[in-house]
């Protein structure tokens, strides 16, 4: 029987890769202001805007609640009180498997260490990028990859803007940012895609799969 009290969402961002990737869907409780812990991650409405964040906790005391995204370099600039936290999160459920997410003390050191990885996976890339760019746009990779694996674009209307991914089977690689007018592809999956083939969303999402899939 499902738990009432269990919520959920999807998570949409960037800030708080690689803890979350783009369409994990997000199981949390709701949580009174002092339960939460340095450490936790928690799904918040910053000064009263409506719009839930969703980000760790870095210090928690009577002077507030201070978080950042696992993936930014630098702190929110809020200090959040209790009323503006909406719930903690517990777990994550990603291509149908179901994964705890850690808080306090655990989920600091999980955080440092999956962002060290993240560092030294980056480092590596830099490196090897000059002689991995020409693979995507001569499509060799591509050419391998069932077709029900190969990377299609999914097109969402919305009121405030339209919404564009980028999927390889159940998994989000990449999506269109509207803020920089631009497309953001995962690294490991870069191999794949000719980021100058994209379109932006102005252009019908059939052309993109056929061009896609040549």
């Not at 200090?79 to 705890?100: A, F, Y």
């Not at 003390?105 to 030294?120: F, M, Q, T």
């Not at 060799?140 to 990859?145: G, I, Q």
């Not at 209307?157 to 269109?176: D, K, T």
């Amino acid at each position: 029987m499902r738990n009432p009290s269990v919520l959920h969402m999807i998570y949409t961002g960037s800030s708080m890769e690689p803890t979350f990737m783009r369409g994990d869907r997000v199981y949390y409780r709701p949580c009174a202001g002092e339960e939460i812990r340095r450490g936790d991650v928690i799904i918040f409405t910053p000064g009263g805007s409506g719009r839930k964040i969703m980000h760790r906790v870095i210090s928690a005391g009577p002077a507030g609640i201070r978080t950042s995204g696992d993936g930014n370099p630098r702190p929110d600039p809020w200090v959040l009180t209790p009323g503006e936290i909406t719930g903690r999160v517990t777990h994550l459920q990603r291509e149908g498997k179901r994964r705890r997410v850690s808080g306090g003390l655990a989920g600091r050191l999980r955080c440092n260490v999956l962002r060290l990885k993240s560092s030294i996976r980056s480092s590596a890339a830099d490196c090897l990028d000059p002689l991995l760019r020409p693979l995507p746009k001569a499509g060799a990779l591509m050419r391998r990859l069932p077709e029900k694996y190969r990377p299609r674009i999914l097109s969402f209307r919305r009121p405030e803007e339209n919404q564009m991914l980028i999927v390889m089977g159940r998994l989000v690689i990449g999506w269109y940012v509207p803020g920089v007018c631009g497309w953001r592809i995962r690294r490991r999956f870069r191999l794949f895609i000719d980021e100058a083939s994209l379109p932006s969303p102005s252009i019908p999402s059939s052309l993109f799969r056929d061009r896609l899939s040549c």
